[in-house]
């Protein structure tokens, strides 16, 4: 059964740091472009980063440009997010998601799977 199960999320001050993660299970990330995604209530979903499988080529949305990293691990099947410097407007449910495909994108149409979710909240 192909699972993805994200982790690592809570609650943090404005100017702080989390690093979230999407662990699969099931099957093998490393053939697979894996996008992290936001949603905030009211607000429709955003695509936030993403990763590729053949070049491991990244894409960042502008709102988290040089603030987020997103990076994998194919020997863990885990894939990360780290989070930096971090304001109340990135307060949302984040998932992670799977396509078995060779570039990524930040379309959340296109993947296939996708993991639970994980809350952030940023506020003092």
């Known amino acids: 059964q192909l699972q993805l199960v994200e982790s690592g999320g809570g609650l943090v001050q404005p100017g702080g740091s989390l690093r979230l993660s999407c662990a699969a299970s099931g099957f093998t990330l490393d053939y697979y472009a894996i996008g992290w995604f936001r949603q905030a209530p009211g607000k429709e979903r955003e695509g936030v980063s993403c990763i590729s499988s053949s070049d491991g080529s990244t894409y960042y949305a502008d709102s988290v440009k040089g603030r987020f990293t997103i990076s994998r691990d194919n020997a863990k099947n885990t894939v990360y997010l780290q989070m930096k410097s971090l304001k109340p407007e990135d307060t949302a449910v984040y998932y992670c998601?799977?396509?078995?495909?060779?570039?990524?994108?930040?379309?959340?149409?296109?993947?296939?799977?996708w993991g639970q979710g994980t809350q952030v909240t940023v506020s003092s």
């Open positions: 998601a799977a396509d078995h495909r060779e570039l990524c994108v930040l379309y959340g149409s296109e993947y296939d799977y």
